[in-house]
């Protein structure tokens, strides 16, 4: 059984080839890894949403294409996650998968629990694969720098020469972002190893969520979600926004020369905000994960959505909301910079390979749009309408243009700019988003690749160097328009096929 053959997708946007749960949300990536050959995604989940019980629920695969349903196991029912069983990571280790999470405690009494009244346990539960063991607390507060608030969560481990590690993102006082790096021989008994925080008076962000260490040829990266960036014309455009820092060397090396360690009056400022590269320009994109498959890919998934969004603009699917992006590879390009491709196994879904005509243009001639900003010539244009999905490939682009999906979506390709707006409202408030030239390597537009699955678009640019991710919502889910005037040596489409949910109900 597929899981959008259960239910209407008109007006409820069912997705193809994203994961989705039957019921409830599905928020931040957690645990992502490979045991013995199995692809294991855990990602939290809140079965009666938008009512509380926050926790991890799990789905494996082999194949990243069929996807079973296993529950969720890692729920509050202990007084170490009471409040919540909120994110981490998974890392294999004698056949086992060692689970790290935030237990997130919330004391009685008087408290603004952001700086009293909140216990941040790091908590580990080990598993088979199916079978979950016993909770443990490995690090509470009292193993925490004294600058720290409570705001310190989200476990990252990796083994690295010998030694296990374990990243923290901490919001410190004077509503600064940070990181906080444990050392262990054996993965249970914690201390720390160092900080970082960036190097400028005032702060980037009021709280570093979600750190990952990536390392790709041969380098790594620091990713983190800063919390709380100003807005600034064309860069940090979201509420929260994420991103890297390119490393000179090692995160460990780095953070390590913090030698005040548990006795410094803050964390060490040793980052130069201005090297921080945002991953996405578009409307919804957080939390991303990192991991290294069995084959030695470096694999990221990201949540498609934002936390804090609620006054901005809207997600009005029904009895469930949110998904997370296809999984992507990481690669680097000949300037240094993280590549996020779709993986080869996403390729396997396409089907019947379309290409563009100016007969399957939406109108040979003429314009289209609401306003005279909107209004562009459609004359040269090609397209074709496909079935409510499509992976579109536009390769050696020469100059400027706009893809429009439907009448909702635009995507405008200039000399200075990437501008993705919406028309209508299939946006649900939301409006434009912009990706300036300057961000990119080459300095211009050279390729787009443009995933559309019912309700959300994932747009590569320049291989991935950069991505613009949003959720869209049209009226018609079974016909998907798709219009080009962008120069180009290619413009190839596909018609995409589905994943295959098992033991979903």
């Known amino acids: 059984m597929t899981m959008h053959d259960s239910f209407d997708k008109k007006h409820n946007w069912r997705l193809n080839f994203h994961l989705q749960v039957a019921a409830?949300?599905?928020?931040?990536?957690?645990?992502?890894?490979?045991?013995?050959?199995?692809?294991?995604?855990?990602?939290?989940?809140?079965r009666f949403w938008p009512n509380p019980g926050h926790g991890w629920a799990h789905w494996v695969s082999d194949d990243l294409v069929t996807w079973r349903w296993m529950g969720a196991p890692i729920m509050p029912d202990c007084e170490l996650d009471k409040n919540g069983s909120y994110s981490g990571s998974a890392v294999v280790r004698d056949g086992e998968m060692w689970c790290y999470y935030t237990g997130n405690q919330l004391l009685p009494g008087d408290h603004d629990y952001d700086y009293s009244g909140r216990l941040a346990n790091e908590t580990l539960v080990r598993s088979d694969g199916e079978r979950f063991g016993e909770k443990r607390l490995v690090l509470g507060n009292e193993g925490y720098p004294a600058y720290c608030s409570c705001h310190v969560r989200d476990p990252k481990v990796w083994e690295q020469d010998g030694t296990w590690h374990m990243l923290l993102g901490a919001r410190v006082k004077g509503d600064r972002g940070a990181v906080l790096l444990y050392g262990s021989p054996d993965g249970l008994d914690w201390k720390l190893e160092g900080s970082a925080t960036n190097t400028g008076d005032a702060a980037f962000g009021y709280m570093w969520e979600c750190p990952n260490v990536a390392r790709i040829g041969g380098r790594e990266f620091l990713l983190v979600c800063p919390q709380g960036v100003p807005k600034r014309p064309f860069s940090f455009e979201n509420i929260h926004d994420s991103g890297y820092f390119p490393m000179e060397g090692t995160v460990v090396d780095l953070l390590s020369q913090d030698h005040g360690l548990m006795n410094a009056d803050g964390p060490y400022r040793c980052i130069d905000e201005k090297d921080f590269v945002e991953l996405d320009y578009g409307f919804d994109f957080y939390a991303p994960q990192v991991f290294e498959d069995e084959t030695g890919r470096t694999i990221l998934v990201g949540w498609a959505s934002l936390p804090d969004i609620e006054t901005q603009y809207d997600n009005p699917t029904r009895e469930w909301v949110h998904t997370l992006t296809v999984p992507r590879e990481l690669v680097l390009n000949d300037a240094g910079r993280i590549c996020q491709?779709?993986?080869?196994?996403?390729?396997?879904?396409?089907?019947?390979?379309?290409?563009?005509?100016?007969?399957?243009?939406?109108?040979?001639?003429?314009?289209?749009?609401?306003?005279?900003?909107?209004?562009?010539?459609?004359?040269?244009?090609?397209?074709?309408?496909?079935?409510g999905t499509c992976d579109l490939v536009l390769g050696g682009i020469s100059g400027e243009g706009r893809v429009l999906l439907n009448a909702d979506l635009e995507l405008l390709v200039t000399e200075g700019l990437v501008e993705l707006s919406f028309t209508g409202m299939?946006?649900?408030?939301?409006?434009?988003?912009?990706?300036?030239?300057?961000?990119?390597?080459?300095?211009?537009?050279?390729?787009?690749?443009?995933?559309?699955?019912?309700?959300?678009?994932?747009?590569?640019?320049?291989?991935?160097?950069v991505t613009m991710t949003t959720r869209w919502y049209p009226q018609d889910t079974s016909r998907l328009r798709v219009t080009s005037?962008?120069?180009?040596?290619?413009?190839?489409?596909?018609?995409?096929?589905?994943?295959?949910?098992?033991?979903?109900?």
């Not at 409830?24 to 809140?46: A, K």
């Open 426 to 465: 299939a946006g649900a408030y939301r409006t434009v988003r912009r990706l300036p030239s300057t961000a990119l390597s080459a300095g211009r537009v050279t390729s787009l690749r443009v995933l559309v699955d019912t309700s959300i678009v994932e747009i590569f640019v320049n291989d991935g160097e």
């Open 24 to 46: 409830g949300d599905m928020t931040d990536p957690n645990g992502l890894c490979e045991l013995d050959g199995t692809y294991h995604f855990f990602h939290q989940h809140r």
């Open 341 to 387: 491709r779709p993986v080869a196994e996403v390729d396997s879904l396409r089907g019947e390979k379309v290409e563009l005509t100016p007969e399957g243009a939406r109108g040979a001639t003429g314009t289209v749009g609401s306003s005279p900003y909107d209004q562009f010539d459609l004359t040269g244009a090609v397209g074709e309408t496909f079935p």
């Open 485 to 505: 005037t962008v120069p180009c040596e290619s413009a190839t489409a596909w018609k995409m096929g589905s994943y295959t949910f098992e033991n979903v109900s």
